[in-house]
């Protein structure tokens, strides 16, 4: 799309939306593929990522990124190595990049707390960058679609950055002008807790703003005037329900399911799908197995990994040490009893309820790698690519791969940034 087109787009009042229910309304008919060999699936679309712009919208790599001695430039694995993402997996399954994520744990809502979220938010900022800086000859920061493109020509990894919980900004707002200047090009409100911004779909003490508070309300009027994508994963229904109605620009939702599919608080119900998709946004399905299918229970994991979290997660700043023992003991655990999966199947069930729900024009997709994401069949980067096998034999074409693969967020971003374009060409001109 043309910035002039882009910017009509925007100043017409999101015209698109009403096409954009449309089209849900009236899929084309998709022939399944059931006739054709595994293989043949798997070279076309091995084709088709090798021709299109491929992205994952939520890479939780950052977390990994800490441990002393990991290069992303060397090749990991996940049953070894804790490890989904690194660029030689990237590459094995056709996947040019996506948005490395400042993910900070929800804390107290206190001074010391607010503080110390901040300064990890930033430090991890840093993080992404001066380990591209050390890799530039294989990956390049993003800020815009245009780089994403051109970046993509050269043969390098794309690496966007984006935000995954309001509290690494506590209680001030100027903060997203600092992230949007080190690159960051979504951010999302809330996590697994409640926090100053706005309410949790999952926090067990339930409602505490009742959506966004009055600070929420004015940190996506910011985000709008700084063309940033507001990310409503992890949000409560009244808090997306908000985010929807204030937003000026069209809202991402970074790694998400269907509620239809699946009855999960993380999901979106059809009528969010659909609001999203009628305000010209778009909704990531995310691979997280446990929002996706009943757990089986299983106490001596629990108890493990609870063991392992009072342990290493309690809080407090770990040693170089502690860090490799952590890692080493986490492992450990996934070995002796390995997590339930879901399936590439399941993942596909709820993209297909989400495309006749919303239009091919409004999902995408996201493992969320490296941040408890994963299912049989595609458990980290390199496996990306058999998604995209089912869907093909499910009858989607290659125009609905490069929408969904990286087309549909690209546009999304485009059209956030032509509306904080249009605001300051509206104040230059007053």
């Known amino acids: 799309m043309k910035p002039v087109t882009r910017l009509l787009f925007v100043l017409f009042g999101m015209g698109g939306f009403i096409a954009g ?10 022939i399944p593929r059931d006739d054709w060999s595994k293989a043949k699936l798997e070279k076309l679309a091995r084709k088709i990522h090798a021709k299109h712009l491929t992205l994952d919208t939520h890479m ?16 990991y694995s996940w049953m070894n190595h804790a490890s989904q993402i690194d660029f030689p997996r990237m590459n094995e399954g056709g996947i040019d990049g996506g948005f490395f994520v400042i993910f900070v744990g929800q804390g107290p809502l206190d001074h010391a707390g607010r503080s110390k979220a901040i300064k990890m938010g930033f430090e991890i900022a840093d993080l992404i960058h001066s380990t591209v800086k050390a890799n530039t000859g294989l990956a390049e920061i993003a800020l815009t679609s245009e780089d994403a493109y051109r970046i993509r020509k050269s043969g390098k990894r794309v690496v966007f950055i984006g935000i995954e919980n309001g509290y690494t900004i506590g209680r001030n707002l100027d903060l997203l002008k600092d992230y949007y200047d080190r690159g960051v090009r979504y951010f999302g409100i809330t996590h697994t807790k409640n926090n100053d911004l706005a309410d949790s779909a999952t926090d067990k003490d339930g409602n505490l703003h009742m959506g966004l508070s009055d ?38 939702a970074s790694h998400s399911g269907s509620y239809a599919v699946y009855p999960h608080p993380r999901n979106l119900n059809d009528a969010l799908l659909k609001e999203i998709a009628v305000r010209g946004g778009v909704a990531q399905m995310n691979m997280f197995s446990a929002y996706m299918m009943d757990v089986p229970e299983n106490k001596p994991r629990t108890e493990a990994m609870k063991a392992w979290s009072e342990k290493y997660r309690s809080g407090k700043e770990l040693t170089d ?9 986490y492992i450990e655990i996934q070995k002796k009893y390995p997590k339930a999966l879901s399936t590439i199947p399941a993942v596909v069930d709820h993209i297909h309820h989400m495309v006749e729900v919303m239009g091919i024009d409004h999902v995408g997709i996201s493992g969320d790698f490296d941040g408890g994401g994963g299912v049989s069949g595609a458990m980290d980067v390199s496996q990306m690519v058999w998604v995209t096998v089912e869907m093909l034999r499910r009858g989607y074409t290659e125009e609905d791969l490069e929408k969904f693969w990286g087309g549909n967020v690209m546009r999304v971003l ?14 230059v001109s007053s």
Not at 21 to 30: C, D, F, G, I, Y
Not at 239 to 250: C, H, R, Y
Not at 421 to 426: C, G, N, T
């Open 21 to 30: 229910s449309l089209v849900a309304e009236n899929q084309p008919k998709r």
């Open 60 to 75: 939780d790599v950052p977390i990994v990124l800490k441990r002393p001695g990991f290069d992303i430039k060397r090749r």
């Open 215 to 252: 600070l929420g309300q004015a940190a996506v009027e910011e985000c709008n005037r700084l063309g940033m994508m507001l990310d409503i994963s992890h949000a409560s229904d009244k808090t997306a329900w908000d985010v929807l109605a204030l937003s000026k620009t069209p809202v991402l």
């Open 321 to 329: 040490e502690e860090r490799i023992e952590s890692v080493e003991a």
């Open 414 to 427: 485009d059209e956030c940034q032509a509306y904080a374009v249009s605001l300051e060409e509206k104040e």
